[in-house]
């Protein structure tokens, strides 16, 4: 952040002032978790025959990627948090249902 222009001229003689240095100064700013949805998206591809006939055929498409939790949600950097919370900071799991309503995320 610098002064304007105008001020960077000498009141007295004006003459333009020249830069000898600066002063610094450091905040710490607080970001709350954030938590996301990551969207798998996987084509299907039909035989070409399936498209004219609509007969019954194969449909292919790529397998899911693998999960933690079988046909869970929860990634591994969302278990990480929950078990942390329990056991590192004693933190009950319906305080933690609480605290992920608070972000928009209702358990169920």
Same mark, same amino acid.
């Given at each position: *952040?610098?002064?304007?222009?105008?001020?960077?001229?000498?009141?007295?003689?004006?003459? =333009?002032?020249?830069?000898?240095?600066?002063?610094?100064?450091?905040?710490?700013?607080?970001?709350?978790?954030?938590?996301?949805?990551?969207?798998?998206?996987?084509?299907?591809? =039909?035989?070409?025959?399936?498209?004219?006939?609509?007969?019954?055929?194969?449909?292919?498409?790529?397998?899911? =990627?693998?999960?933690?939790?079988?046909?869970?949600?929860?990634? =591994?950097?969302?278990?990480?948090?929950?078990?942390?919370?329990?056991?590192?900071?004693?933190?009950?799991?319906?305080?933690?249902?609480? *605290?992920?309503?608070?972000?928009?995320?209702?358990?169920?």
């Amino acid at each position: *952040m610098d002064i304007a222009e105008s001020d960077k001229i000498c009141s007295c003689c004006r003459a =333009p002032m020249n830069r000898i240095g600066e002063d610094a100064s450091e905040k710490l700013e607080f970001l709350p978790a954030q938590l996301k949805f990551i969207e798998t998206v996987r084509p299907k591809y =039909p035989c070409h025959l399936y498209e004219k006939t609509e007969a019954q055929t194969t449909i292919k498409k790529a397998s899911m =990627p693998p999960s933690i939790i079988t046909k869970g949600i929860a990634t =591994p950097s969302l278990l990480s948090q929950v078990i942390t919370g329990k056991f590192q900071y004693s933190l009950p799991l319906y305080r933690q249902e609480t *605290m992920f309503k608070k972000y928009g995320i209702e358990q169920s």
